[in-house]
């Protein structure tokens, strides 16, 4: 295990986060996660610069509990079924500045219908936007239906009937306070930034990639919590994300 002071970014900094790191049970999977950290930060980027009012908001990113990426594709001809995978996230602390620690990467799978692919989407990559504990730790059940389980809000309002962007305009607090059992889902295709509806898609633990990364007796919960130590290869997702909700910040 190695120690490494995660310097705060931009002007706000006043304060670092130490993350513990720890190498892979399985070496092989080191690249995996240096990619997909890539991945995910650059997602972000896109869902944040792409512009319009379902945009993803900083202030989203600056108030949630938790984040998760997810990609998916369509997995049969004229059918509405989805196939994907993903990973999910924890805010462990965070400061008045912005600076925040994660928890390291919980890995899932993605199956059902779902993800708007009868509209005409080969695959999308998505985010989303975990507002509460219990909505973090529902990845970790297997055959948790979004939508149901979880209280989605996609960038055209599935459920609320309010689009999930203009929630990026109100305060952090405001957003805490009357959404914490929400989840906001925003999706990328093709470069642009899509209206999916993925009510009804199932997600479950990726027990094969999960036990390479923490070993056979790990509990996915523990890592949600910080008791496991992260991977230094996750730090640019960690800089991007902390990046992105200081500016949301007066």
Request: hydrophobic share 40%; charged share 20%.
């Amino acid at each position: 295990m190695t120690e490494a002071s995660e310097p705060a970014q931009g002007p706000f900094a006043r304060t670092s986060h130490v993350y513990e790191f720890t190498e892979p049970e399985d070496s092989s999977v080191t690249k995996h996660l240096d990619d997909d950290a890539h991945w995910a930060s650059e997602l972000i980027t896109k869902l944040v610069s792409i512009g319009g009012d379902d945009a993803m908001r900083p202030g989203i990113v600056n108030a949630c509990e938790g984040l998760a990426f997810v990609r998916a594709s369509k997995g049969g001809l004229g059918l509405t079924i989805a196939r994907g995978s993903g990973f999910v996230i924890r805010k462990l602390d965070q400061d008045r500045f912005g600076n925040s620690r994660w928890s390291a990467p919980v890995y899932f799978n993605v199956s059902q219908l779902g993800f708007g692919v009868a509209l005409g989407f080969e695959s999308a990559d998505s985010v989303l936007a975990l507002m509460s504990y219990s909505s973090i730790m529902r990845f970790t059940h297997d055959n948790t239906a979004v939508g149901t389980d979880l209280g989605l809000v996609t960038t055209d309002g599935a459920i609320s009937g309010v689009p999930a962007g203009t929630f990026g305009r109100t305060s952090h607090m405001d957003v805490q306070a009357d959404n914490t059992n929400t989840v906001f889902a925003y999706s990328v295709s093709s470069g642009l930034l899509v209206n999916l509806s993925i009510n009804g898609t199932e997600t479950s633990p990726n027990h094969t990639l999960n036990k390479k990364l923490y070993g056979n007796n790990a509990s996915m919960a523990d890592v949600l919590n910080g008791k496991i130590q992260t991977f230094r290869e996750l730090l640019p997702l960690y800089r991007k994300i902390s990046d992105t909700a200081r500016q949301a910040l007066p």
